[in-house]
Each structure stands twice: as C-alpha cells, then as structure tokens.
C-alpha cells in the first residue's frame, strides 16, 4: 500500500517539482558521459527492453527522476508499482524501452537516485510507523543535513515516505542557531528581532534554545519555532510543556516547539509529547541504507517470457 500520510495523503507528490530538476538530471548525464562512451558504441542502438527489480524490500520513491532521465535519452518507462508502495524482493518494478545503447547510458545515473530516494522515503517511512505506534501524532520532520546538489531527491524522499522535508534552503525560513545568537552579543531578543524586519511577515523564524529560559526569550521576542537542541527526552517534555503552560497550546498557541538532536529508531520514543510539535532528525536520510535495484535487459527472442527468467531472479509480479 502506498503511503497514506503527510503530501501523498493530498496530491502527486511529484507535481511538486520545480523544472529545474530536468536541467540538473541533464547535468547527471553529461557528469557520467563527458567523452566518448565506448560502451554503447558496442551494444549499438537496436531496440531494446529492460527490467527494473527492486531486490531488497523498501518503499519505491524518485520515479520522476528516473523517469526523466530516460525521456533525456529517448526511452519510455512503464511502471508496474505505484510510488510510495511497499514491496518486497525480487519485484518486477518498472519495464524500460528503447535503444540499447541509451537504455545502457541511463541505467548507472537512473538507478543510483532510485537506490537513495527510495532508501531515504523507506527509512522515514519505518520511523513515523515507530512514532504513530507510540502514540504520537504530530510531526516527524527530517533536517537540512543533505547533500549539496541532491537535496531536491533527498527531501522528495522524505516526502514520500509521509514525512515533514522541513526547510529546503536558508531563504525557506530563517533559523537563528548559536552561533548567529553569538554574532548578536549573546542576544536571542537582538536577533529574533533582526530576523523579523529583514523576512517579514511572510518568513517564519525558528530559535535553536539550550534551555526553558532561552525558549521562553526567543518566543516572548516574537520566534515563530523554538527548537529543543540535544535535550534528553525527559527534559524535552518537561521544557515543552512549560512552554505550552505558559504560551499556550493549538492554535491559541504562540509558537511550535520542535525537538531535535540524536534522535534515532533506537530512542525516539523517549520524546513521543503531545506538548512537543515537531520531531526533527536526520537519521531518516543521513546514512541511510540504500534500496538495491537492478536494471536488466531482456536477451533477444526472450521479451515473452516470464518476467525475471531472463536475469536468473525469482520475480514477484
């Protein structure tokens, strides 16, 4: 079953997308082909067909990066699983069409993104079943912890999985950590203030606080978010709900408060709290295990025959 939960509740996930995404798989492309491919030049351009097989189980996320990648190259994908279902191996995921040489040309960069994204929305996937298990129903969110140029893939993952991507760069929102506050005189009040003039009311400002005295500070300044850094979890919930006492709670509430810090499978139950809001971690796309996928072409005469026979693989279809 595909995930019911946060953006796939409401929508195409996908439809998120800015355009950009085609120019940076285009770049992918030219970044693993900048000469002469020398492989292709064997194989030729015959028509061709290949099978995507998913051979460990997770969570199927990043079909449009994968599918553009071979529109780039002139094939068409058909998918037989929706994106953000669950599966287990070996699974006949999706049939690849076109020349062999581009099939081939796409296959490294198509299945790399496939493997992360799906790794990452799986990974999130199994932490917020932890948490509603529990009993929590607020957020879990991911971090701006990813990686420089494929944050777009690592936060659609996360998305799919039903998770919060949190922000996506430091013009989403503006987060005041330690260090800004330093640059301030040590005042949380100088820079929640600063913050608001330059973002306006259409920017939302987040205050990472060490302590109930620098959350109470930052939101009596006008915070919008205040973050509970490295608290245990007993603490956080204490913190969180003398906040909650004092500012009040849902919508009458004057800020979010979100935990964060060392959160993982192992202890994430420690900080299920109605009073807290967000749990945030990067556990769920940081490290993560990928997804193994494998992308097989169908030898000649044997398009018929049943799926996975050609590659040697007992197939679930």
Known sequence: MPVTEGAPAHGTVAHLLPQTYKRMIAEWLEEDTPSFDYGG?????????????????????GVPFFDEVFKQLDCTVEWHIAEGESFTPVKHCATVRGPVRKVLLGERVALNTLARCSGIATKSSSLLALLRSAGYTNTLAGTRKTTPGFRLVEKYGMLIGGCDAHRHDLSTMTMLKDNHIWACSGSITKAVHAAKAAGGFSVKVEVEC??????????????????????????AGKCA??????????????????????????????????????????????????????????????????????AGESVDV
């Open 41 to 61: 030049f064997v194989v030729g351009e015959e028509m061709a067909e290949a099978r995507l097989l998913g051979k460990s189980e997770g969570v199927l996320a």
């Open 210 to 235: 060490q302590s109930f005295e620098e959350a109470d500070e930052a939101i009596a300044a006008g915070a919008d978010v205040v973050m509970l850094d490295n608290f245990s979890g007993e603490e």
């Open 241 to 310: 709900g003398r906040l909650k006492d004092k500012w009040g709670r849902g919508e009458r509430g004057r800020a979010l408060v979100e935990v964060s810090g060392g959160l993982t499978e192992g202890n994430v139950r420690e900080y299920v709290n109605k009073d807290v809001d967000v749990v945030s971690t990067s556990s769920i796309h940081q490290g993560v295990k990928h997804v193994d996928f494998s992308l097989k072409v169908v030898p000649k005469g044997k398009a018929t025959e049943k799926e996975g026979e050609a």
